[in-house]
């Protein structure tokens, strides 16, 4: 084998494959290897001609092909694999040489790895790549977390195979250690949410405004041309359009509604109830697809626990435009609750991401592409460093101009029945935020009465506890 990769992808699953191909198209050497070989050799049968491959039947192969400083992309499935890998790999490896994870891995296992491969003299990096098996192959935003002179060694390579958007490329470096897989995850509790929305507005489209699959899709389709323009809102369209060929009937109506998931969505609220970000259209979004999950317990229940008598409203012409500004808005508070729980992450782990460039690099190639991020990316250059986006009178404003129509779809979601975490929790936040002053006073006094768990009050400073059982004097507690 002579090292003649410049960088090499083990791992042939589809992400892997068409991560392969897309740096192959773009004039690279690529060595390609995965554990099972009869793998390696479909892949070379199938895409060989699309570029300068080198097949690797064993882990060793792999490495001797490689150039040096050896650059190693590992898509394996997050968890135990991602470490068997990097096992099989670091006794070939020379110091210096650069192990890229580019899985959906959990942050927490990227600040390991780097360490670990750290204590040995390898260079570990952790990088989001985001959307789906597509873009990877065409285009995909990316995430590169990890040491900077090992971002320096791939960023060329990178960069090339990233989507563009207005001639920039998807693709920076976005901190140390953990950071490129904890954007990633984020990112993917950002898309937990704006699909939960979207879920939200076809049930009420559905079933308050009766409208069927093939006219909701329209809905979609013409909303795709405003503020809500994104690749989500798009799909929407095309998904809810789809006839079933089998009964003739739309095939979202033949799909189970149970909502699976691969564990990323958990992760971000863990992280926000950690950091004590209030991360609610996220969190929401997690618990609807737990509670989708229930399809047995539904059923029962669909047939014993009362709801009110629904009625269809479609005398209402204005119920679709006020569920678009709902929609809109509640979407607003999912990435201004995103974009804070990454603030307060970087402040946390010392990783100062440029939050207006990670808006940046997910407007083209990732789920959550959308024009609204290009106003997100706004709002950081003209603001700087933002506390919340909903103060940026750009959100601020849309916002107000949305509220009264996502109240009234609030309530009338509520006196349907239709189940809306995600729009009731975000205007829930907004009015929580909005307000000076909140009712957490009484939450501080029942503490404080059984649990002598202290209190601050308004007017003088200090900790106070009063003997509510007792006497009822107040004391100072830190003096
Ligand atoms: C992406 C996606 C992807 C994720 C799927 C499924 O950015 O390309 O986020 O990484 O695996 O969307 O996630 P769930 O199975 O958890 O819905």
Redesign the pocket.
């Given at each position: 084998m002579t090292a003649t990769s410049r960088i090499g992808v083990t791992g042939l699953a589809v992400m892997g494959a068409n991560l392969a191909r897309n740096i192959a198209r773009h004039g690279v050497p690529v060595a390609v290897h995965n554990r099972t070989t009869a793998k390696t050799k479909e892949f070379i049968e199938a895409y060989g001609d699309e570029g300068t491959f080198t097949a690797a039947e064993t882990t060793e192969d792999f490495v001797a092909a490689l150039e040096k400083p050896r650059r190693i992309i590992v898509m394996v499935k997050a968890g135990a694999p991602v470490d068997g890998v990097i096992a099989e790999l670091t006794p070939l490896l020379d110091e210096g040489d650069i192990i890229i994870d580019a899985g959906?891995s959990h942050f927490p296992d990227t600040v390991r790895r780097t360490e670990e491969c750290a204590a040995g003299g390898l260079r570990f990096m952790g990088i989001g790549?985001?959307?789906?098996e597509e873009?990877a192959l065409l285009g995909p935003s990316i995430m590169p977390g990890g040491d900077p002179s090992a971002y320096a060694e791939v960023e060329e390579i990178l960069t090339s195979i990233a989507a563009v958007v207005d001639g920039t490329p998807c693709c920076v470096h976005v901190g140390p250690g953990g950071a490129g897989h904890y954007v990633?995850m984020v990112?993917?509790g950002i898309?937990?949410a704006d699909i939960q929305l979207i879920a939200e507005a076809y049930d009420l489209l559905t079933h308050v405004a009766g409208l069927d699959a093939p006219a909701i899709s329209a809905i979609f389709e013409e909303w795709n041309t405003g503020d809500l323009e994104s690749f989500l809102i798009e799909i929407t369209a095309k998904v809810l359009g789809k006839t079933d060929e089998k009964t003739g009937n739309p095939l979202v109506e033949m799909i189970v509604d149970q909502a699976?998931?691969?564990?990323?969505?958990t992760w971000t609220a863990i992280d926000a109830l950690g950091l004590g970000i209030p991360l609610t259209g996220i969190t929401e979004a997690v618990f609807a697809r737990g509670l989708s999950a229930l399809r047995d317990e539904r059923k029962a229940a669909a047939g014993t626990l009362a709801g009110p008598n629904p009625e269809s409203s479609t005398d209402r012409p204005d119920l679709v435009e006020d569920i678009r500004q709902a929609l809109y808005a509640s979407k607003v508070v999912a990435y201004a609750q995103g974009f804070a729980q990454m603030r307060a992450a970087s402040k946390a782990n010392d990783w100062d991401l440029d939050l207006g460039a990670m808006a940046t690099i997910w407007r083209g190639g990732?789920?959550i592409r959308a024009q609204f991020l290009n106003r997100i990316r706004d709002a950081y250059t003209e603001h700087g460093d933002v506390t919340n986006l909903l103060m940026v009178p750009y959100f601020t404003e849309a916002v107000a101009n949305a509220q009264d129509a996502w109240r009234r779809v609030v309530i009338t979601a509520t006196e349907q029945g239709v189940a809306i975490p995600a729009f009731a929790s975000s205007l829930s936040y907004y009015d929580a935020y909005r307000r000076e002053r909140g009712p957490a006073s009484l939450i501080q006094g029942l503490r404080d009465f059984f649990g002598a768990h202290t209190y601050r009050r308004i007017d003088v400073e200090g900790s106070y506890h009063t003997r509510w059982p007792q006497d009822g004097v107040e004391v100072r507690t830190d003096a």
């Open positions: 959906n790549v985001s959307g789906g873009g990633k990112h993917n898309e937990y699976e998931q691969k564990g990323t969505g990732c789920i």
